[in-house]
């Protein structure tokens, strides 16, 4: 068993001074929890672009996870690829970056899976702070209890993980395709009702 901190650099999102523009020409990017699910990643279209912000320490990079410090649960999201512009994470995530000498035993996206069990949510929830909007600090998050197993058992449950993923994605679009074909026949329902009545007006 190990604490966060000693696998991971822990820092909160960045603090904007004023209110965030979106600024489409610009070239650095804000990641906010509108843009990102957990079983289709990050939407890059949706990002907020604001000026170009020199903190090259504080960009997003594949392999980081970014922990929602706010709310009633505190959802881990895996970053799987670069992003395609310099993005910074928005102030209400904590930003994880996994220490170099960690990635040879440990997988990013097993550790973001595991923050997303029910142990940790449990920690989490027991440790938060506020009356109306809960929050936990980061100094919560750097003492979280991480178990690592070998990686070969890490491995075979982010393969599990993806292929539930999948399933899920194969199950919303055969809803999807479902709903439009009820939706079309309804269609072609109310169009016959209508040639019926138009014929019945022409008698």
């Not at 912000?53 to 799987?80: C, F, M, P, Q, T």
């Not at 999948?166 to 439009?180: D, S």
Request: charged content about 25%.
């Amino acid at each position: 068993m190990k604490y966060l901190s000693q696998l991971a650099r822990i820092r909160a999102g960045h603090a904007f001074r004023s209110k965030l523009m979106n600024t489409p020409s610009a070239k650095t990017g804000v990641l906010q929890m509108k843009d990102i699910d957990d079983t289709r990643g990050v939407d890059w279209g949706r990002v907020v672009k604001c000026e170009p912000i020199a903190i090259k320490r504080e960009w997003l990079a594949a392999g980081d996870i970014l922990l929602v410090a706010r709310g009633a649960r505190n959802h881990a999201y895996y970053i799987s690829e670069d992003p395609p512009f310099p993005t910074l994470a928005a102030p209400h995530f904590f930003h994880i970056t996994l220490h170099p000498d960690t990635t040879e035993h440990t997988l990013p996206a097993f550790l973001g899976w595991q923050l997303n069990q029910q142990p940790i949510q449990d920690y989490f929830k027991r440790n938060a702070e506020g009356s109306t909007s809960k929050s936990i600090r980061r100094a919560v998050v750097e003492n979280t209890p991480i178990f690592v197993p070998p990686l070969k058992e890490q491995q075979a449950v982010i393969g599990l993980q993806h292929s539930i993923k999948q399933e899920r994605l194969a199950a919303e679009a055969l809803i999807t395709n479902g709903e439009k074909l009820m939706a079309q026949i309804c269609i072609d329902l109310t169009q016959k009702a209508e040639g019926f009545s138009n014929g019945d007006s022409n008698d």
